[in-house]
Every structure is written in C-alpha cells, then in structure tokens.
C-alpha cells in the first residue's frame, strides 16, 4: 500500500476512477482505488475525495499533487501510517 509518513503528515498515493455509481475505496495489490461518483469536471471529483477522506479520517485531508491527474497523492495532517491503515481497512 502507497502510504508514506513525512514531517507534514502522512502522504496516500490513490488512484481515482471517476463516474461510478458508488463513492468506495478499494485496494488492488498494492494500489489504493477510489471510486468516485463525480465527473471530472471543474474540481468535482478532488471535492468529494477530500470530503470523504476527511469523513472516514476525522481530520483534514488536502490533495497533494495531481489535481488534474487520476494518480492523487493526499496529505492527511495529525494521523500516522498505521492508524489511516487500520481506517481504510474497514
């Protein structure tokens, strides 16, 4: 899994599937999948990642880089690697 601890917060590298009929997040292999229910359009997918993340996360959570990509890195500020594991897992 693509999560790395730095000294501004943990970074989750995830890869976005937009259009889906359902927001989930899935892991395959070692790929972090979120399936948007949003369009790529105007910023709508980067949105409803960041308000869900910071739903599940309880924390504040900022795209990192790749805004117009659908490879994301995210920045999840006051939680570890361990803890964003364990909250993904279920």
Known sequence: ????????????????????????IEFDSNEIVVYSTEEP???????????????????????????TSRQKKLLIKDKGKKEIEDRLRY
């Open 1 to 24: 899994m693509s999560i790395n601890e730095t000294k501004d917060g943990t970074i989750i590298t995830i890869f976005v599937k937009p259009n889906s009929p359902k927001f989930k």
């Open 41 to 67: 359009v105007k910023g709508k997918v980067n949105r409803e990642i960041i308000k869900e993340f910071t739903k599940l996360l309880h924390t504040k959570v900022e795209i990192a880089s790749g805004a």
